[in-house]
């Protein structure tokens, strides 16, 4: 009897009251109709927000992928308070679930829609990821680049620094590009003076308001440590208030006056992050992509960009010149003459050139280790101010010219590489998909090759069959379905980048078109090549694709078919019974006969051309014929699998 009354009294603790919730939510509410707090769920009546709600319902990832890249909010919710996310786990979509919560749906088990969404989850499976996913990576996904940020004021080696501030009793190594990106102030004097390496604050402002200036600057958390006394207290406050005003970043001096309860303070947290990331994403538009250049590759070498350059750039990347553009400026030209003519047959090979900063591309494992190297990569004049601003003994280094880092790959690749590693946030077409992710392990940039995985895997319709991507929504295909060898680079990339969602990709992709791929010579050489991975071969072992390929059984094949169906009888059904009975009062056609007719009046035959009873019994006959196919391509090839 004890022990029941300690577990109720237990229970009765940590079980809220129903008028406390109604309260809570009232205040909540309140908060959000006086602008205190955001609504984090805003309703959205929108037409991509609806298009994004159907493919969550339907389990639709191409659909819902391009929706997220026009920018519809994944948090969003519609007139019902359905949000994607909710959608996607009733419905039981788990590979749309995946795609959502990776991309920044929220589910958080302290919020009303959070539980919902739990609540409402179709298995366990789902229910699972939604446990077990990390929630702050799905509410804060600028954390890695504020993060980053941050770092970049105490990291020693390699050195990036190309300023230094001197405040009272100590000084600063700060970068150019953030103070001019983060603080109009210092956007205004550098762009005067790009060549300025020291800079002196009033002697009357502590060191400790400056700090807090800068951690703000810098992505970090702006607070003000406790001091012993009172008076040195409100000298600090006094000094941020005056440095927010005159570096024109009032949001610090704000901050310190209305910290708010943790809700508050995390909202807070995360619009500063997103206000600094939509400064640093114009600030680089600008001064870095608005500035590349196009070259002549035998005119690298006199290429001088300085270091004291408007971009305030330290290095220079190279790339290839998209084949497009370089296609796109002979057209343009007019041809006049033999000469024009023999210069469009031999176009000079010509690279185009992308000023950068080494304090963001350490983002890259491969750029930190080689600028922290001993080779030419590494060397830069980094000591050409010391700590109290003066020139130092290899001062004539400041006007050296910038080094050229060749990266291979081409420019519109790049872009998409430098605008992620600058803002984190990035959006590429299909087309370019297989090289940004080739590039991106190149560099070691796992983030962004994942990101590459799941525009492949989303884009390339790899959950249609083959009549559902022949007969795709808006009766086109794209130049990737068009070409069967395009699977097979996929699959070839996910194994050379260790990327096991391609690899499922194209087994799923495969499996649901079997019949046009079987017989194909291209099949049958990624059949071997599968096989010859294992390098040591034991008499248990398989054939890693052929398996991937049975594991999607005939189970989805049945479920996209009764979905079809029942999309034709919701909008066919009625007319064809009118239709069959108005002839004479009864169907003129015998049961029998029926069950071999499709709902579109065609009569339902198998791949050996033999008649099946519906379309289900097409299915499986279907299904064990492709399998015979299998085995038998694994016989000629001599695999035991």
Not at 417 to 438: G, M, Q
Request: aromatic share 8%.
């Amino acid at each position: 009897m004890e022990g029941d009354t300690t577990a109720t009294a237990a229970e009765d603790r940590t079980t809220i009251a129903k008028h406390n919730i109604e309260k809570a939510l009232y205040q909540e509410t309140q908060d959000i109709r006086a602008g205190r707090l955001k609504d984090e769920n805003p309703l959205d009546k929108s037409a991509d927000f609806r298009l994004l709600c159907d493919a969550a319902r339907r389990g639709d990832l191409r659909l819902a992928q391009e929706q997220i890249t026009k920018g519809v909010n994944t948090n969003a919710r519609d007139e019902y308070d359905y949000t994607p996310l909710i959608l996607a786990s009733l419905c039981g979509h788990f590979e749309l679930v995946q795609m959502l919560l990776e991309q920044g749906a929220k589910c958080e088990r302290d919020t009303f829609q959070g539980e919902r969404c739990l609540y409402n989850a179709l298995n366990d499976r789902i229910r699972n990821l939604l446990l077990s996913y990390d929630y702050s990576k799905s509410t804060d996904p600028l954390q890695p680049l504020a993060g980053h940020i941050t770092s970049l004021l105490t990291r020693d080696a390699p050195q990036t620094a190309d300023i230094v501030l001197h405040t009272a009793d100590t000084s600063f190594r700060l970068h150019k590009f953030v103070l001019s990106a983060r603080s109009p102030y210092f956007r205004r004097k550098l762009r005067e003076k790009p060549e300025t390496r020291s800079w002196k604050l009033a002697p009357l402002i502590p060191t400790e308001s400056f700090e807090c200036c800068i951690r703000y600057l810098y992505f970090g958390d702006a607070f003000i440590r406790t001091l012993d006394r009172e008076d040195e207290e409100r000298s600090v406050l006094e000094g941020v208030d005056r440095l927010s005003r005159q570096l024109e970043v009032p949001q610090v001096f704000e901050t310190l006056l209305s910290p708010g309860d943790r809700r508050q303070a995390r909202q807070r947290r995360q619009d500063d992050v997103e206000n600094g990331r939509d400064q640093l994403a114009a600030w680089f538009t600008q001064r870095v992509l608005q500035r590349k250049s196009v070259v002549d590759a035998d005119e690298i070498s006199q290429v001088s960009w300085t270091r004291d350059n408007a971009s305030f750039a330290d290095v220079l990347l190279q790339a290839d010149v998209d084949d497009e553009s370089i296609k796109a400026d002979q057209e343009s030209g007019i041809p006049i003459g033999p000469s024009q003519d023999m210069a469009s047959r031999n176009p000079k090979p010509c690279k185009t050139l992308f000023p950068a900063h080494r304090a963001m591309l350490l983002r890259s494992e491969l750029f930190a280790t080689m600028f922290a190297s001993s080779f030419r990569e590494g060397h830069i004049a980094a000591q050409t101010i010391d700590w109290a601003g003066r020139p130092a003994p290899n001062a004539d280094e400041a006007n050296e010219v910038l080094q050229v880092i060749p990266v291979d790959c081409t420019a519109a690749v790049l872009e998409v590489i430098l605008t992620f590693l600058y803002t984190e946030n990035v959006s590429f077409h299909l087309s370019i998909a297989l090289d940004v992710l080739h590039a991106a392990d190149m560099l070691f940039i796992d983030k962004l090759k994942q990101r590459a995985a799941l525009v492949i895997s989303t884009l390339g319709n790899g959950t249609s069959s083959v009549v559902a991507s022949e007969l795709s929504r808006s009766g086109t295909q794209t130049p990737e379905e068009q070409s069967k060898d395009w699977i097979y680079e996929v699959i070839r990339s996910g194994w050379d980048c260790r990327v096991h969602r391609l690899e499922e990709f194209g087994a799923r992709y495969l499996a649901y078109r079997l019949e046009s791929y079987i017989g194909e010579p291209e099949f049958r050489e990624i059949v071997r090549e599968s096989a010859g991975r294992i390098t040591r071969r034991e008499e248990t072992d398989t054939v890693e694709l052929v398996d991937d390929i049975r594991a999607f059984p005939l189970t989805f094949r049945r479920r996209r078919n009764v979905q079809d169906t029942r999309e034709y009888d919701e909008d066919e059904h009625s007319d064809r019974d009118e239709t069959v009975i108005s002839t004479n009062g009864s169907s003129e056609l015998p049961t029998t006969a029926m069950d071999n007719v499709s709902g579109d009046g065609q009569v339902v035959r198998t791949l050996d051309g033999e008649i099946a009873g519906d379309e289900f019994a097409q299915d499986a006959v279907n299904y064990q014929i492709l399998l015979a196919k299998i085995d038998g391509l694994l016989e000629e090839l001599r695999l035991d699998a």
